[in-house]
Every structure is written in C-alpha cells, then in structure tokens.
C-alpha cells in the first residue's frame, strides 16, 4: 500500500503517485524549461481537498502569454515538476474544511493560480469566482485573466475615460480585442498596433479607432500623424522589448507608458533619466495579481467583467480552440503570432 500522500500545496496541484482507491486524471507537466516540446501530457491523480480547498473538473482552460513565460522560465516556478496554465472554468466537485465561498455544484472560474493544464485540480477556494449560467465555461475560461487584466489597466492604472487617446499594442491579440471594447465603451480613442491588415480590421471591428501596421510602418511616427502632433495620455505595452523606448515617443509630455507583458522579451534596464528627457514622463509596471489580491477586490473586477459580457457591451472573441492534450501546438501558433482574440483548450469534461 502506498502512503497517504501530504495534502498538495504550492505549485503541486495534482500528482503521479496514484494513492490506494484514488482516481485517475491527466494534465500537462512540465519537468525542466524549455520549448513547447517540454509540455508533457501524463496521467496522474488528484487528492481530496484539504481545509480551504475546492477540487474542481474544469471543462475549459485558457491560453494566455504568461504560460509561456512559465514554460520557458522567463518567469521561474518554485521547482519541477509543475503543471503550467492559471485561467480555468469548470465546477465544483469537492471542497475542503472550512470552505464557504464555493459548493460542489456550483459554476466557477478563475484566474491567476498555476496549475490549470489538468482536467481536474485542487485550487484555494478563496480564488474562485461563482459563474452566472449565461457565461458558458468557453467564455469564461477567455475572459477571466485577460478580461480583469483590462480592467485594472483601463480603471485603475489609468482612469481612461471620454476625451483619453491611447496606443495599444497587440489591438488584436485576447486581451487587446476585450480593450478595444471596453476603452470605446468608456469613450476613449483607441489607435491600436497590429501585424497585419487582417488583424487591423479585426481590431476595427472591435472598437479600435485607428490601426497601425507596426510590420510596414513606423508605429511612433504615425501616432504623431494621427493625433497632429498632441500624442497619447497613456501607452498600454504587453510586447516589451521590441517596443521600448519608441513607446516613450509616443507620449504627451506627463504620459504614462504602461508595460504588461514581454511577448518580444524583458524590457531591457534603462537609465530613468530618459523618462525625464522625454517630457516628464510615468511609467509602471504593473501585475493582475497584485490588483486582485483582496478577495473583495477580485470579486468586484471579475463583476466588472461579467456585467460587460451579460450586457452585450463586451463580446469575448474566442477565435481558436485545441483539445488540452495539444496545448504544444497551441503555444506554437501563439509565439509565432498566428492566433487572435482568445485561445480556449478544452478537456474531455
């Protein structure tokens, strides 16, 4: 007989030794940095939740950049192996003692907790977010991660608003396609960099009131034409290094460039004097975690979020679909910049 295994923490949400009577399930882990080929589809078990412990059967996962950053190290986990992916939808199946947010039945997602490439999981309780039946596990395994990370940015880094002209990167990417709608929702114009006409049209169709084909144009020399010289208030930058300094050009004198995300890799260290030289300028790097640390503060952003959704004024694009066990390729055609909108990975629940 093997031993009660000690109840999961930390990173280790599932586990392959397969303790007496325990039921089988199978995810993705990953057993040292890498490429997508390190992305390995085992079978292995999950225990019962312990006290503040929910266990959850998803039935979608999300696919965001910050996987990437995960699998490669750029972001590196406490230690090996370690089950990738932090945005999921599912329900309830068990819960722990003590847990009152969450009851086994109940629709939930989350966003933000490593460990999602699995077809179930233990997660703490106090992470979940009860899901209205209107929200089908697709949309919300699409919206959670990038959906509160455009209202933080857009609400509280900045207070976009009517009057605000903004440059975003990405316009047609997951999260750009979702601040595309809020921002025109909140009144702002939205000029928005994209790769190719393809993707300037479908940033167009979902809010963005100029596009800039950064591949055959010079991004910050067009936001000087568009905007007759006046530039932005505020600069949202998930690309990182390849966007640095020119998103500094792009700026009023007192602008705040806003970096989210390194989808080209880190932002490479800077004399701060720059920010000065070029008008006075903010800049802040800021995480969702840390925006939704307080559970009240995490309820109240993905509140936001689903009121946008349940109102029709945010329509979630998921535009990819794979079945979790081929979440390789999905990271695939996500660094090479093939997807738009969501990406959602689907279990066999």
């Not at 998803?58 to 950053?69: E, R």
């Not at 199946?93 to 939930?108: C, F, H, L, M, Q």
């Not at 208030?233 to 792009?250: A, R």
Request: aromatic content about 8%.
């Amino acid at each position: 007989m093997i031993p009660h295994a000690k109840r999961i923490t930390g990173y280790k949400y599932w586990h392959s030794v397969i303790e007496e009577g325990a039921k089988m399930t199978r995810g993705i882990r990953v057993h040292a940095y890498g490429g997508p080929e390190v992305l390995k589809w085992e079978a292995g078990a999950v225990g019962e939740p312990g006290p503040g412990q929910a266990k959850i059967r998803h039935h979608a996962v999300g696919l965001n950049y910050i996987d990437i950053y995960h699998r490669t190290g750029l972001y590196p986990q406490p230690g090996f192996p370690f089950t990738p992916g932090t945005e999921g939808a599912g329900e309830v199946i068990a819960v722990g003692e003590g847990v009152s947010e969450v009851k086994p039945g109940d629709r939930v997602a989350y966003a933000g907790v490593i460990g999602a490439y699995a077809e179930e999981r233990l997660i703490p309780a106090h992470r979940l977010v009860k899901l209205p039946d209107a929200i089908s596990y697709e949309t919300a395994a699409a919206m959670m991660l990038q959906g509160m990370t455009v209202e933080y940015l857009l609400n509280r880094t900045y207070r976009v608003g009517p009057g605000t002209v903004m440059l975003l990167h990405a316009a047609a990417g997951g999260t750009g396609l979702i601040a595309c709608q809020w921002a025109k929702h909140l009144g702002a114009t939205v000029i928005g960099t994209v790769s190719s006409e393809e993707k300037a049209d479908l940033a167009r169709a979902h809010g963005c009131t100029h596009t800039i084909i950064y591949t055959r144009e010079d991004f910050a020399e067009r936001v000087r034409d568009i905007t007759g010289g006046a530039l932005c208030d505020v600069v949202y930058d998930s690309i990182g290094k390849d966007t640095f300094p020119k998103s500094l050009d792009c700026l009023k004198p007192r602008g705040l460039w806003v970096s989210f995300g390194n989808a080209s890799g880190p932002v490479p260290p800077f004399d701060i004097g720059i920010l000065s030289a070029k008008g006075s300028l903010f800049a802040t790097r800021p995480t969702l975690a840390t925006y939704i640390a307080a559970r009240e503060d995490l309820l109240a952003s993905a509140s936001a979020v689903m009121d946008l959704v349940l109102s029709g004024a945010l329509k979630i694009a998921v535009n990819q679909t794979y079945p979790l066990r081929e979440v390789a390729q999905a990271h695939r055609d996500l660094e090479a910049r093939k997807t738009t909108g969501s990406t959602v990975l689907l279990t066999a629940a």
